[in-house]
T-cell receptor
């Protein structure tokens, strides 16, 4: 069974600065997808960024980028130029080969200081 | 933009009672999911559903749980006889295709409190 670990329960960043959220996972599969979801307070989770395991190039979406290290089974999220609206819970998630379920990490609460 | 909706937002029930949590997935989505998050713990997969059948279920999804798509729009999770440990946030999600790269769209959740 796959497991996903987020070792930082809370992180804080100054507005306009850069922050990196960590995620590691354990799997025996070679082909899979990884996701970062954002959950603002009292709102639903929304997708921030996704990465296919077979793609060596790290995914980027505007201010959000990942550092995917397949051999190390690491999938960190970098947020550049942090904004107040980035404050939320961030969940790392693994999508297995069958694609039927997501396995989530415990989440990291990001606080953005003005 | 289409969203997954869930009702109620908060449900309080007595232990042993039946509860039905309701979800309206995005209209052209065909794959449906339930997850739960006990306070302070990880979001956990419960069940996936496609073509009026369960595709996959976790160990959590025992005989006390059932899912149904009673009409063309709703997707429900029923807990037959609630236990204290069923208290959690329950999230519904839907997806247009089974492709792994496609995201699951989540609802805002129903907070279930079992007294």
């Amino acid at each position: 069974a796959q497991t996903v670990t987020q070792s930082q329960p809370e992180m804080s960043v100054q507005e306009a600065e850069t922050v990196t959220l960590s995620c590691t996972y354990d799997t025996s599969e070679s082909d899979y997808y990884l996701f970062w979801y954002k959950q603002p307070p009292s709102r639903q989770m929304i997708l921030v960024i996704r990465q296919e395991a077979y793609k060596q190039q790290n995914a980027t979406e505007n201010r959000f980028s990942v550092n995917f290290q397949k051999a190390a089974k690491s999938f960190s999220l970098k947020i550049s130029d942090s904004q107040l609206g980035d404050a939320a819970m961030y969940f790392c998630a693994y999508n297995n080969n069958a694609g039927n379920m997501l396995t989530f990490g415990g989440g990291t609460r990001l606080m953005v200081k003005p | 933009e289409p969203e997954v909706t869930q009702t109620p937002s908060h449900q309080v029930t007595q232990m042993g009672q039946e509860v039905i949590l309701r979800c309206v997935p995005i209209s052209n989505h065909l794959y449906f999911y339930w997850y739960r998050q006990i306070l302070g713990q990880k979001v956990e997969f419960l069940v996936s559903f496609y073509n009026n059948e369960i595709s996959e279920k976790s160990e959590i999804f025992d005989d006390q749980f059932s899912v149904e798509r009673p009409d063309g729009s709703n997707f429900t999770l029923k807990i037959r006889s609630t236990k204290l440990e069923d208290s959690a946030m329950y999230f519904c999600a839907s997806k247009r295709t089974p492709d792994r790269e496609h995201e699951q769209f989540f609802g805002p959740g129903t907070r279930l409190t079992v007294l």
